[in-house]
């Protein structure tokens, strides 16, 4: 799997890009790396893009594990999910996180994210994720 974050300074968005392959182990490195990324970005917005991805093996065992797991405190979470099968694992993520992550939303384009995120095409630039 291969991941990129970018930063939309003047819509204060935190873009992480997902792509290839994406497995158990691959989710919770990038959980376990990306968490202290995100709370550097902690009063930015989050799109997880994951419209890159060509195979999803990730289980829903990773799935609660990860959702049991700290987060950095974000204002909103946008998950770009166009596949059938991330965007269930995304809703069920969204529904075991509802009591201690507000504002996450699932949608299927990114055209859907700017306009929950209330933006119309941010600039973003990469930041260096040391990950």
């Known amino acids: ?17 997902l792509s290839g392959e994406m497995n158990d182990e691959a989710m919770l490195e990038l959980w376990t790396k990306g968490v202290p990324l995100a ?10 893009d994951t419209t890159g991805v060509t195979r999803f093996g990730v ?5 609660t594990t990860v959702a049991k797991k700290h987060s950095a405190d974000l204002p909103m ?13 995304s809703r069920m993520f969204q529904t075991l996180t509802e009591n201690t992550r507000k504002n996450v939303h699932i949608v299927r384009t990114m055209q859907e994210a700017y306009k929950v995120l209330g933006v119309k095409s941010p600039k973003f630039a990469p930041i260096s994720a040391a990950l």
């Open 77 to 89: 979470r946008v998950f770009v999910a166009p596949s059938d099968v991330i965007y269930g694992m």
């Open 59 to 63: 289980s829903t065992r990773a799935i």
């Open 39 to 48: 709370a550097s970005h902690s009063s930015s917005r989050l799109i997880v």
């Open 1 to 17: 799997m291969e991941f990129r974050f970018e930063f939309a300074e003047a819509d204060n968005i935190l873009r992480l890009t």
